[in-house]
């Protein structure tokens, strides 16, 4: 007896350890008969496959496992305490149209996402004791159609031990918006925001922090008008060194360079980096904007003039993200002139593919002296062919230097010709790439003798030799445009060869289109 009851105690152990699994199994099977009864009279057009049942078979016999901890989401661990954060809010409900008492269907809008940012911050700088600007872009539609506002608040570092701070609320004042960039935004526009307060901030040195208000003002919804927080600018205690704004430039020719972007010619950047240091001398500094066209080959050329302090190279490659005019060039531009405005005597605005030129007997130095009354002047252009050369250099073009070769200049008459400028940077408020509207003091426009500028436009990207038709002619007509021969820089290519192998040894003399 005793070993009978022994023989049935596992079949009873395992029936009250799995009833729950034997009772699903025993129904799943009894659901698979019941199916199967059921096919027998479908119409033979309906068919199911031996694979198909497996499939279903395998699915039910699944074992469902539970999620571990480390995939819930919302969880916050902080030391050894884990917490489980509550989720975010739920989407409201959506409106519901509706037949009103009248007769009249009244229907709904539900609003879902934002189409664009309200601001995107790229920098924040000090134009003095009292003023500062903001550099950044917002939705154009917003600017164009509605009147958005700004706010510019300062919140000084309150020491509670310090009997001697200034316990009062944060200074305001309203910000004045400059959209530079004439129209020519796209989902984004630019803006700059001047914060100019009624007495000097942070005179004591103690730091504080810039708050932005930007306020949407029923642009994009009448029924609110949104409100962004936001912080832009930290002053760390003792950090504000008043005398930049009254001392003398640490340099006296600045440039600030557009968005670079495309597979770029690392020979192009090479000569034209050598030329300009050469023609503005030891008293310049160049800053470089990539947005991704300064590759590995382009880089290891500009590497060199950045160890001898000529060059800052800035990664801007993240505000692709952002749609904006031509890689969001004005806004890069205008963050430069503010980064920068208390470095540099005169502040230069031109491209990678534009040479700037003074005539023999003349300098830098003394052109710009020649035009210190102006606060800004525009330099001519002079437009070169990027595919004509001379029957002297066919067969070893490759040889030349970019602008050694292309000596070939657009004489067309009657049209426009884009100009680059130049301004004291000091007195500007906002910049653009052509020139500046938004300045104090005078601008002229006649420089022509004085200064101009040799632009290859579409060479920059060439990445093969650039030569592709040969001429024996001082004057002709290509593709129905008149030309004539223009040696200027031809000439002065040895002398910018010499420069470089002095400054920076033989480094390059490997580099390639």
Request: glycine share 6%; hydrophobic share 30%.
């Amino acid at each position: 007896m005793i070993k009978e009851r022994e023989q049935k105690k596992p079949f009873v152990w395992l029936i009250g350890n799995y009833a729950a699994e034997l009772k699903f199994l025993l129904t799943t099977l009894l659901l698979l008969c019941t199916f199967v009864t059921f096919f027998q009279f479908i119409p033979s057009r309906f068919s199911i496959s031996a694979s198909d049942l497996r499939v279903c078979i395998s699915r039910v016999s699944q074992v469902i496992t539970p999620t571990p901890p480390s995939s819930i989401s919302h969880l916050t661990t902080t030391n050894t305490t884990t917490t489980l954060s509550p989720p975010p809010p739920p989407p409201p409900s959506p409106s519901q149209e509706k037949l009103l008492p009248n007769g009249i269907l009244k229907r709904v809008f539900n609003p879902y996402g934002s189409a664009a940012y309200n601001f995107v911050n790229m920098g924040a700088y000090r134009g003095g004791l009292k003023t500062f600007a903001i550099i950044g872009i917002s939705s154009k539609p917003l600017h164009v159609y509605s009147k958005p506002t700004y706010e510019c608040h300062w919140e000084q570092n309150i020491n509670p031990n310090d009997t001697t701070t200034n316990m009062s609320k944060p200074m305001s004042t309203v910000g004045y918006k400059i959209l530079p960039d004439w129209g020519y935004g796209r989902v984004y526009t630019v803006v700059i925001v001047n914060c100019t307060f009624s007495e000097p901030i942070n005179n004591d040195n103690k730091g504080g922090k810039l708050i932005l208000y930007a306020s949407t003002s029923g642009g994009g919804d009448t029924n609110f008008n949104t409100t962004d927080k936001f912080e832009v600018l930290t002053e760390q205690p003792g950090t504000l060194d008043v005398s930049v704004f009254t001392s003398k430039p640490k340099y006296d020719y600045f440039y600030c360079g557009s968005s670079l972007f495309g597979n770029l010619s690392p020979q192009r950047i090479r000569e034209w980096i050598a030329y300009h240091v050469k023609f503005f001398g030891p008293s310049s500094h160049f800053v470089i904007h990539d947005a991704g066209g300064v590759h590995e080959k382009v880089l290891e050329v500009l590497k060199p003039w950045m160890d001898l302090g000529y060059v800052t190279l800035q990664d801007i490659r993240d505000q692709e993200r952002f749609d904006g005019y031509y890689h969001n060039q004005f806004m890069v531009l205008n963050d430069c002139l503010h980064r920068y405005k208390f470095m540099g005597k005169w502040m230069f605005f031109f491209d990678v593919d534009e040479y700037i030129y003074v005539p023999p007997k003349s300098t830098i130095k003394t052109v710009l002296d020649s035009l210190q009354e102006y606060n800004q002047f525009t330099i001519e252009q002079m437009p070169m062919s990027n595919k004509l050369c001379h029957t002297d250099d066919y067969g070893k073009s490759y040889r030349k230097w970019g602008f050694e070769k292309l000596v070939y200049k657009d004489i067309k008459q009657g049209i426009w010709r884009d100009r680059k400028y130049a301004v004291q940077p000091r007195n500007l408020y906002a910049t653009g790439i052509h020139m500046s509207e938004n300045l104090e003091g005078k601008t002229t426009h006649k420089t022509e003798g004085k200064i101009k500028y040799f632009h290859y436009h579409g060479s920059i990207a060439e990445r093969k030799e650039t030569c592709k038709v040969f001429k024996n002619s001082t004057k002709f007509t290509y593709d129905e445009t008149p030309y004539e021969l223009d040696t200027t820089l031809r000439g002065i290519a040895g002398v910018i060869k010499k420069f470089e192998l002095k400054m920076i040894g033989s480094t390059l003399q490997k580099t390639r289109q």
